[in-house]
């Protein structure tokens, strides 16, 4: 029987690389649902080609368009967020995978977890945003979260075969992006075009801001801790420029164990898809002498202080990762828009962090309306420090 997929957020970096992997394997794969949210084009494009039972498209002011494109084709068409939502619960829905940007990925995602659907994990704003609401729905449902990002995916091989065996710390590798190197006076003339740039991973924009200023990795840190039951001291951060090793994870008994391949995402995919079992294909081969030396350095969080702010958000805890996460995405926009140079994104993200209050305990409402309430302050302090210059 061929597993039966629902690709969310298919036009994007994460979902056009998964239909890449079922297009090579199409003997394992089936396309079951296919959601996008503004790009219609690609998504018809895609619907015609993988012939998905339902496909959805989030703004509805697309739909009409949408249908009548699909309409020679045994395809149903819905539109708007909610029916993102609802088509996830489908029974014929085998494995979700999470492709969808930011806080939109949240409901989606714990609605598949009460189905008990097999989830591959790509957003990582969900973890980051109600990482303990998450996890507790997983648990509780019985429901598997397998991760996509390569960080993640190399712990949790890392971990497949050790039970309960103790941990006694994760290693993130991190790329440094594409400033790594640049000097820090010279951040202010960083822009959007070049910090969009990666370059080791083909990934969507906003992954590749964050990479640009490692908030990718602070948030990585946080996704780990719900992911693998981890404590914020039991999780750190390397500089690893080649992108070869993807994580490590030290035992108490002295052994370090990680993964390594090619710095390609359709590899965690696949394996997302195909696990526990791991199937060939026709991704290049990772050669050691080709790559030759391998290094690692202390990632230096003056330069790059959004990793700073991330492991200040994990060990609050609370609403603050959350806080961090919607004051984040309004900097980030901003300096898309040129509204703010990339030297200023973390000052903005910890001013925000210092005036929205802190909830200890927070349910599913809190997050939602902290998300709310730091979106709108961001935009504020934003305005605010624009105007007075
Ligand atoms: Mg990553």
Known sequence: MKKRIAVLGSTGSIGTQTL??????CDL????????????????????KFLPNVVVIGNEDHFGFVRDALENYDIKVYAGSEAINQVVEMQTIDIVVLGIVGISGLNPMLTALKNRK??????KESLVIAGDIISGTAIKNGAQIIPVDSEHSAIFQCLMGELDNPVQKVM????????????????????????????????????????ATLMNKGFEAIEAKWLFNLSPQQIEVIIHRESIVHSMVYFTDGTVKTLLSNPDMR????????????????????DLLKTGTLNFLRPDVKKFRNLALAFKALNTGGNMPCILNAANDIAVNAFLKSKIGFHNIPYFIEK???????????????YIETDRLTRIKAKEIIKYKNNII
Request: hydrophobic residues 40%.
């Open 20 to 25: 890449s992997v079922i297009d090579d394997h």
């Open 172 to 211: 993130l590798t991190a790329s440094g992006g594409p400033f790594y190197n640049l000097d820090r006076d010279n951040f202010i003339y960083v822009k959007p075009e070049e910090a969009l740039n990666h370059p080791n991973w083909n990934m969507g924009p906003k992954v590749s801001i964050d990479s």
């Open 118 to 123: 097999k989830v591959a994990l790509a957003n």
């Open 29 to 48: 794969f089936e396309v079951e649902v296919l959601t996008a949210f503004n790009n219609f084009n690609l998504l018809i494009k895609q619907a015609i």
């Open 352 to 366: 925000t962090m210092n005036v929205i209050p802190v909830i200890e305990k927070p349910g599913l409402s809190d």
């Open 267 to 286: 590899i965690n995919i696949q394996f997302a898809l195909t696990y526990p079992n791991r199937v060939s294909n026709s991704i290049p081969q990772l």
